[in-house]
Structure formats: structure tokens, C-alpha cells
């Protein structure tokens, strides 16, 4: 039940493209939900995050979608740039609860 | 902009061996987590740390890890005899204060290759 899961495992997307990534949790509890983004070598740096009274967050580039009936939250990022090629967390916790991580998935923009 | 810092980047050690990572935290910061992720694997809760005591701790975090917090800016874990399974990127994190703790910001890492 405190499981996040996340897909796809790797993507490919052209330059300008949108990238989609999927998250799924069972805990309802959850109530807060960051994406992180980490480049290789480096730590995990928050992106963007959103709880559950909104279906929707955008900041810049960078939106989620979140399906509270359906369990499931987003990431798109718009118009996807070589410099967004990077491995991507999704996340969630409640509370003052640590932070459980899906498993990440490899983005790779390509020109 | 504030950051969490970590030292060393890279430590290498003999199994058995007792090792210290340190990290500092956001100096307004209250909440303190370590991390970690073996190398490709997903980000892996260790402990949390607040008001001098540990919060929470993972199944993970067994007789073998400690951490302390032994001034006021340091926040360290130790591996008292490490194991080959010990290997990976740890990561420290700190956030503002309970209610916002949700909002985690996590250091470079300090990798740690047990051989």
C-alpha cells in the first residue's frame, strides 16, 4: 500500500514534443505529491508538486494531472528540450511521513 | 539560493569498516531525512530526524546506521561496519518545518562504494 508506481521505465521524445509520466498509488492517505527531477551525479531537485483539492498544476513547461478517484497523478512536460533529458521521480507522502518514490523514469529528448 | 551540502562526494571503504557522512542542512531548516539509492534503483527512505531525536526510520535503517546531529549545522550518519549491500548514492534532505515538511530539499549525494 505505500507503493508508487510509475511508467514508463524510459522515454524517447523528439524536441518540442510533449513527455507524459504516469504515477499510481494505492494509500489514500497520501495527500502531497512532488515530482523530482535528477540529472547523473546530482541529488533529486523538486520540479513541481501538487496535493489533491486541484486536478491540475502548471508551472512553466511543467504540469500535473491528478486523478484522485483513479489514484493517479501525471507529469507532461511541454515542448520537451534536450536540456530536460534527465531521470524523473514521481512521489508521495502524508503528513510529516517520509517521501515514497516510484521507481523514476529515464528521459531522453532528442534533436 | 540556499542549498544542502554533503561531504565527501565519493568515499570508498573496506567492508567492515565504519564510515561517517555529513551533511549540512538549510540553516532555517528543522527536518532532516537521509536517503538513499542504489545505483539505477529507485530513492529509498532511511530516517528522519526532528528535535534532536529521530522521527521515523526505515526497515532499512537497522543497529548497523546512527545519525546525530552533533552541532547546529552538521547532520551526520554513521555505517558503524559496513557491508557490500551498503553501496549506493546517499542523499541527505532537509525541510522547513513540520507542517511544510512535505517540501524536502535533497543534497548532491555522497557515494559510497564498499568493497
Known amino acids: 500500500q505505500q507503493q508508487v508506481k510509475q511508467s514508463p521505465q524510459s522515454l524517447i521524445v523528439q524536441k518540442g514534443g510533449i513527455s507524459i509520466i504516469n504515477c499510481a498509488y494505492e494509500?489514500?492517505?497520501?495527500?502531497?505529491f512532488p515530482w523530482y527531477q535528477q540529472f547523473p551525479g546530482k541529488g533529486p531537485a523538486l520540479l513541481i508538486a501538487?496535493?489533491?483539492?486541484?486536478s491540475e498544476k502548471k508551472e512553466g513547461r511543467f504540469t500535473i494531472s491528478f486523478n484522485k478517484s483513479a489514484k493517479q497523478f501525471s507529469l507532461h512536460i511541454m515542448d520537451s528540450q534536450p536540456g530536460d533529458s534527465a531521470t524523473y521521480f514521481c512521489?508521495?507522502?502524508?503528513?510529516?511521513?517520509?517521501?515514497?518514490f516510484g521507481k523514476g523514469t529515464r528521459l531522453s529528448v532528442i534533436a | 539560493e540556499p542549498e544542502v551540502t554533503q561531504t565527501p562526494s565519493h568515499q570508498v571503504t573496506q567492508m567492515g569498516q565504519e564510515v561517517i557522512l555529513r551533511c549540512v542542512p538549510i540553516?532555517?531548516?528543522?527536518?532532516f531525512y537521509w536517503y538513499r539509492q542504489i545505483l539505477g534503483q529507485k530513492v529509498e527512505f532511511l530516517v528522519s530526524?526532528?528535535?534532536?531525536?529521530?522521527?521515523?526510520k526505515s526497515e532499512i535503517f537497522d543497529d548497523q546506521f546512527s545519525v546525530e546531529r552533533p552541532d547546529g549545522s552538521n547532520f551526520t550518519l554513521k555505517i558503524r561496519s559496513t557491508k557490500l549491500e551498503d553501496s549506493a548514492m546517499y542523499f541527505c534532505?532537509?525541510?522547513?518545518?513540520?507542517?511544510?515538511?512535505?517540501?524536502?530539499?535533497f543534497g548532491p549525494g555522497t557515494r559510497l562504494t564498499v568493497t
Open positions: 534532505a532537509s525541510s522547513e518545518a513540520p507542517g511544510q515538511a512535505y517540501e524536502q530539499y
Open positions: 494509500n489514500t492517505a497520501f495527500d502531497y
Open positions: 501538487i496535493r489533491p483539492d486541484v
Open positions: 512521489a508521495a507522502c502524508s503528513g510529516n511521513t517520509p517521501l515514497v
Open positions: 540553516s532555517n531548516h528543522l527536518y
Open positions: 530526524f526532528y528535535n534532536n531525536e529521530i522521527s521515523e
